[in-house]
């Protein structure tokens, strides 16, 4: 069985510019949460989607946007980039209610 | 407010050491859910257990063992006999059990295990 799958696992961009990320759920599951890592932060809940229904969202900013496509494929924005948005994204996926999420290895990304 | 504290930053054992990570959690609610990941140098979180808040049984799977105690909000992870293959960052993690969103983790910061030969 395959695992949750991001694109692209290494990326850097320049301030002012904006990206895009790219998660595969697992087959089967429809509920895919994405979170933000740092070391200073540490782990932090960005937004779930469920459906293509956002179910919940973590406190960032309005840069941060994510969307999930009838497949269970979901996607996240940053827009505007800052330095500080230098980070590993992850994407985890589940089956609805199991509370067990599956993560992905993530995408880092890197703001000069 | 809901807050994952692991107070250990970094442990350093030999091989065959047993090695117990900590966790304290703080919650408001009465049902949650607490959770175990290793995150090996890879970088994706790898799921361990999950733990129902009703549920105090403590839970052995081979060399890892759980012990929840609500009396003293903690949820503890011991490695026995670590090895070199244990090496990983892991966290405990706390959620609400809510059906509508079971996606929201609130994670510690993580405790760096480091296993020499």
């Known amino acids: 069985k395959a695992g949750v799958t991001q694109t692209p696992r290494y990326l850097i961009k320049t301030r002012g510019q904006q990206v895009t990320l790219s998660c595969s759920p697992i087959s089967g599951h429809r509920s895919v949460s994405w979170y933000q890592q740092t070391p200073g932060q540490g782990l932090q809940f960005l937004f779930e989607y469920f459906s293509e229904t956002q179910r919940n969202k973590g406190n960032f900013p309005g840069r941060f946007s994510g969307r999930q496509f009838s497949n269970s494929r979901s996607e996240m924005n940053v827009s505007t980039l800052e330095l500080g948005d230098s980070a590993l994204y992850l994407c985890?996926?589940?089956?609805?209610?199991?509370?067990?999420?599956?993560f992905g290895e993530g995408s880092r990304l890197t703001v000069l | 407010a809901q807050k994952v504290t692991q107070a250990q930053t970094e442990i350093s054992v030999v091989e065959k050491e047993d090695v117990t990570l900590d966790c304290v959690y703080e919650t408001r609610d009465t049902t949650y859910y607490l959770f175990w990941y290793k995150q090996p140098p890879s970088g994706e979180l790898v799921f361990l257990i999950r733990r129902n808040s009703f549920d105090e049984q403590n839970e052995i799977s081979g060399r890892y063992s759980w012990n929840f105690q609500k009396s003293t909000s903690s949820f503890n992870f011991t490695i026995t006999a670590s090895q070199v293959v244990d090496s990983a960052v892991y966290f405990c993690?706390?959620?609400?059990?809510?059906?509508?969103?079971?996606?929201?983790?609130?994670f510690g910061k993580g405790t760096k295990l480091s296993v020499k030969p």
């Open positions: 985890a996926s589940s089956r609805r209610n199991t509370g067990e999420l599956f």
């Open positions: 993690a706390l959620s609400e059990v809510d059906r509508r969103s079971q996606g929201n983790l609130i």
